[in-house]
């Protein structure tokens, strides 16, 4: 199916344990982006990437790892994850002039970390 | 720097109107808007671009003065559909690609 998918869509998991969000997106699009949705904090940005092999870090990076080796997948990675980590992630992506274009958001991931 | 959103939750009845303000204190290139239903992921509505420009979206549209690095939603006779939480995200001038967002308005709509 085309679009941007993200697994899974719900997780559980200890203190210290590393953990890895996927995202998928069939479109080619350059750009994909990770962000962290917080009650009162709107969505904020962990790490985006412009191209493979490019990846930057957005506003709160720390904790988190992420790759892009192909243009269609985006994994975060939690090295060990913390209880403040708990959040849903959204996995976006756009076209190339994103400037100009709108973000397609994946459906989340819901973390808890107990 | 994350923009001002104003204000966090509104209540309207159905056919009222409603304006979300978005504001930043960095020079803007362009500013998006977003609606988020509850448990879902957020969906794109338009971006405005700097030049002042004005867009619509059914009964949606907004407004972006960038001389005062504000954004404005306009909701025109809101319908229940219109019910969820708006964001919006800013593209500062030298900001790269990254759009920052707001922590949102909270709109409920009720008949």
């Known amino acids: 199916d085309a679009g941007i998918t993200q697994s899974p869509r719900y997780k559980i998991t200890e203190t210290g344990r590393q953990v890895t969000l996927m995202c998928h997106q069939t479109?080619?699009?350059?750009?994909m982006f990770w962000y962290r949705q917080d009650l009162g904090h709107g969505l904020r940005l962990i790490y985006y990437?412009?191209?493979?092999?490019?990846?930057d870090k957005g506003e709160v990076p720390d904790g988190y790892v992420v790759s892009r080796s192909k243009t269609e997948n985006f994994p975060l990675t939690l090295e060990s994850a913390t209880r403040s980590q708990t959040s849903v992630y959204f996995c976006?992506?756009?076209?190339?002039?994103?400037?100009?274009?709108?973000?397609?958001f994946g459906s989340g991931t819901r973390l808890t970390v107990v | 720097q994350q923009p001002v959103q104003s204000p966090q939750a509104v209540i309207l009845r159905e056919g009222e109107d409603a304006v979300i303000n978005c504001s930043s204190s960095?020079?803007?290139?362009?500013v998006h808007w977003y609606r988020q239903k509850h448990g879902e992921a957020p969906v794109f509505l338009m971006i405005?671009?700097?030049?002042?420009e004005q867009k619509g979206h059914e009964k949606i549209s907004a407004s972006f003065n960038e001389k005062k690095q504000q954004s404005s939603l306009y909701l025109t006779a809101s319908q229940l559909s219109y019910s969820g939480t708006y964001f919006c995200?800013?593209?500062?001038?030298?900001?790269?690609?990254?759009?920052?967002f707001g922590a949102g308005t909270r709109l409920f709509v009720k008949a």
């Open positions: 990437s412009a191209a493979a092999d490019i990846t």
């Open positions: 479109w080619s699009h350059s750009y």
């Open positions: 960095k020079a803007l290139y362009s």
């Open positions: 995200g800013t593209h500062e001038n030298t900001g790269g690609f990254k759009t920052i």
């Open positions: 405005l671009l700097k030049g002042g």
């Open positions: 976006a992506s756009s076209e190339a002039t994103v400037r100009m274009n709108g973000y397609t």
